[in-house]
């Protein structure tokens, strides 16, 4: 197959140093990616393709992600292209006729439409048959909405442009089924967020993969549990202490926020890419972390892709149990004190969302408040550090209000009064 595009050897370069090397890529890995780069025409450079590498169980696994868009116009350098797919979105109340033997649709809109019940694609071809495809809306809705799969019901793309996101998903199937397009995969098919649409990182946000193949995408880099501190639970969350290695933030255009950052694993320096997505506070707090700091991270995995769900870092671990030795060698007057430091902070309102009590290795306990602002609707993450923080806290429960004074410190927010003046801690 013929090369559409050469690249010079400063594009090769920044190819490398842009997108390669930050996700540990070898040189053979690099020449694959630019001879596939070069032979359908596709540049990184401009966003339409990205280069994705992880560490498995299995050893190493690479693969190169374009978007509906990249394989469109790969489509249109194909002899028999004669335009692009017809494609629409089907509602309850439409007339709908579908024949796939045949590659026909016959669709009118209804007057009063409902629900999304899917999206249809056809293609024609200068030499073939046209080729009609059928996508189910709730398949891939229940699958890939934000809202129904992550912790917080953060929405995402597919919750606020679901008519977008399922044509897309049609016009990938009937372009791939059409035309020989070799191996590309796109963020459709590998239902990849497309609110993480950034040039400058080595992969997009994901959600629950379909077509392509699980395994190739499964980050193992942390599951050496028996010989390292990181452990993973059943319902695939880990927990560890890890080193920040690069930290990168942006906004999609659909003004979402993300992050994308490689940490290694304290123990077994394996390197994993963890992604964070709409979460703006912990977003805020990582972007105050220096790199090469050690973190304790709680991460979920989810088909294949690790996301933050939260972090700490080892030296506010240390500062904790500092602190608590000394309350519990000063006098009771200490937390008078604290208070008469913070007095001018105000008492804002929250509702508890969840409460988790814990202790450090050191044995300080520790608290985990996760709270929702009744001014700004906004959910932060609140440490209560120390025995006489948690017993001032502990007799709170979900769904209660109350207001509470707090202090930001290294990007995360603590404790130090309840506005009722601590009722019910003891």
Not at 111 to 125: E, S
Request: hydrophobic share 35%.
């Amino acid at each position: 197959m013929e090369k559409v595009l050469t690249f010079t050897n400063e594009q090769k370069s920044l190819i490398w140093n842009r997108f390669v090397q930050p996700a540990n890529g070898t040189q053979e890995e690099a020449d694959h990616f630019i001879e596939v780069c070069e032979t359908f025409g596709l540049n990184p450079l401009l966003g339409d393709i990205v280069f994705q590498r992880y560490e498995t169980k299995n050893g190493p696994n690479t693969s190169f992600i374009t978007t509906r868009d990249g394989l469109l116009r790969v489509a249109t350098r194909q002899e028999g292209y004669v335009g692009p797919p017809n494609a629409n979105v089907v509602r309850e109340g439409d007339t709908f006729e579908f024949i796939p033997s045949e590659g026909s649709v016959r669709h009118e809109f209804g007057q009063k439409r409902g629900p999304i019940l899917g999206a249809y694609a056809v293609m024609h071809h200068k030499h073939f048959r046209p080729v009609a495809v059928f996508v189910d809306f709730q398949e891939y809705f229940q699958a890939n909405s934000g809202e129904l799969n992550s912790k917080y019901g953060n929405k995402n793309t597919w919750d606020k442009m679901p008519s977008a996101m399922i044509q897309r998903i049609a016009e990938v199937f009937v372009l791939r089924r059409q035309f020989p397009l070799g191996g590309l995969y796109t963020r459709e098919e590998m239902s990849i967020e497309e609110d993480f649409n950034s040039n400058s990182g080595n992969v997009d946000a994901p959600k629950q993969s379909n077509p392509a193949p699980k395994k190739q995408y499964e980050i193992t880099g942390n599951q050496q549990a028996a010989e390292t501190p990181v452990q993973q639970s059943s319902n695939n969350i880990i927990e560890g202490v890890f080193i920040l290695q690069s930290f990168e933030k942006g906004v999609s255009p659909q003004k979402v926020p993300f992050a994308k950052l490689n940490v290694m694993n304290k123990e077994s320096n394996e390197v994993s890419l963890v992604l964070v997505k709409e979460k703006q506070e912990l977003i805020d707090s990582l972007s105050q972390i220096k790199t090469d700091q050690e973190l304790t991270m709680v991460i979920k995995k989810e088909s294949g892709f690790n996301f933050l769900e939260e972090f700490s870092t080892v030296q506010a671990n240390v500062q904790s149990e500092t602190q608590s030795e000394s309350v519990q060698k000063e006098s009771v007057q200490e937390p008078v004190q604290q208070d008469n430091q913070t007095s001018s902070e105000p008492l804002d309102a929250f509702i508890m969302e969840k409460y988790e009590q814990g202790t450090t290795p050191g044995g300080v306990s520790f608290a985990k408040m996760y709270v929702k602002s009744v001014a700004s609707n906004t959910k932060t993450m609140v440490f209560a550090q120390g025995e006489i923080a948690v017993q001032k806290t502990q007799h709170l429960i979900e769904g209660d209000q109350f207001t509470m004074q707090t202090r930001t410190e290294n990007g995360f927010t603590f404790f130090e009064k309840l506005g009722d003046a601590d009722k019910g801690a003891a």
